[in-house]
């Protein structure tokens, strides 16, 4: 299933998950105008996983309904590409890569792609994501991801211009 959702402009509020065929499939929910924090919800409307970042870190952690770890998202340091690991624990690790300049992430496992998203601009929302999943991990999971990518490159962005 391909799912597009995008974040607001500033990075609080709710948007809504569409599928391919721009209906609804769930939400998000900004919650934080720093862009520190946000909740998935699912098509009935249910919380399905929250993101957010670790305490002064440049770490993303996604939880479940239940406020459990799941998994933890950090950048890596390399000079030509967009580098990341999502680490999901026992259900594996995620290398999330795009070349520098590029709008489109390969997510792969153990070196095959399992999942890829892009940037787009046009068909259902101008700076949405769009996201195409077949690992074994929830689609809606992959949501907090990209998000984590979004939220990581957006804090990485305002270091670099604020000199820090």
């Not at 999943?133 to 929830?138: A, D, G, H, K, T």
Request: hydrophobic share 35%; charged share 25%.
């Amino acid at each position: 299933m391909e799912l597009y959702f995008s974040d607001n402009f500033f990075n609080a509020g709710q948007t809504e998950i569409l599928n391919q065929s721009g209906e609804a499939a769930g939400r998000l929910d900004l919650r934080s105008m720093i862009g520190s924090a946000l909740d998935v919800y699912g098509p009935g409307g249910e919380l399905l996983y929250t993101g957010r970042f670790q305490m002064m870190l440049r770490r993303w952690r996604v939880l479940d309904a239940g406020e459990r770890d799941i998994g933890l998202l950090r950048p890596r340091f390399t000079l030509f590409t967009k580098k990341f690991e999502y680490d999901a624990g026992e259900r594996g690790i995620y290398e999330i890569e795009s070349p520098n300049f590029s709008k489109e992430y390969v997510i792969t496992e153990n070196g095959t792609e399992v999942a890829r998203f892009a940037r787009t601009s046009g068909w259902i929302r101008s700076g949405a994501y769009r996201l195409s999943n077949r690992s074994r991990l929830s689609d809606y999971e992959m949501v907090a991801v990209v998000m984590g990518v979004n939220a990581i490159r957006k804090r990485q962005s305002s270091s670099a211009n604020s000199g820090g």
